[in-house]
């Protein structure tokens, strides 16, 4: 398997490990119900798939002794990074069990909090699991029965990571980028629909606030001098 393959693995497991985090973000929420429970239960697994698939090639690739210095870079380069997605797949597994012990359906010990989130978070799930529609098979007592699925994946993600770093030696420190710093978020291919394009959007937003406050600060400044001299020559005629 060549380089190109390699990449396409991986940024499938980083697409459907950000769809994961999303979903995360709605527990607890209005938006909260036994449909995103099982969204959640689908891509995680989903994820885990994917990365057991990567470790398998990228093992493979970086134990064989053949391939040329510039692969090896390149490889190790696609191993920290596949390392990373790893362990904030791992952090979002920890967050879901947390909050899902803390707002459980079936006998909810707390009322759903109101963040703002509405509408359904089917379309996200699609996408992570690149189906057109949703079919929901889930039984009634998924949130409880699916936390005990969860802490069980959680250790065999923490012991995947642990056999990672014994299989394969490759220090974070010493791989070198091939982008500079933030080159994702001056590229003009990262606007639209995609959560940049929406910072930027939200950053440009109050530019036109603050000129309009500067506006406004301005003619107040300007009002209040003219009445200060107004007031000056009333008490000089006065006198």
Known sequence: MGKDECKTMLDALNKVA???????IALGSTSDSQN???????TRKKAQ?????NRTVLTSLLKDKSISKDDRVEYERLWVLFSSSMELLEVD???????GQDFPLKVPTR???QTGMTGSTTAVAARAMSVQNMK????GNIDTADLRDLQGEICQVSRMMEEMEMKVQVAPWAVE????PGAELKSNMSLGNSS?????NCDEEPKGDAGFASICAVLVFFAVVTVALVLGCLVINMS
């Not at 950000?18 to 995360?24: D, E, F, G, W």
């Not at 929901?136 to 039984?139: K, T, V």
């Not at 980028?177 to 500079?180: F, L, S, V």
């Open 111 to 113: 009322h759903l909090i």
């Open 136 to 139: 929901y098979e889930a039984d």
């Open 36 to 42: 995103l429970r099982e969204e959640l239960k689908r």
């Open 18 to 24: 950000a769809c994961y985090r999303h979903l995360v």
């Open 196 to 200: 940049v394009g929406v910072i930027s």
């Open 177 to 180: 980028a091939k982008q500079e």
């Open 49 to 53: 798939e994917l990365a057991v698939a």
């Open 93 to 99: 597994m920890k967050r879901s069990l947390e909050i």
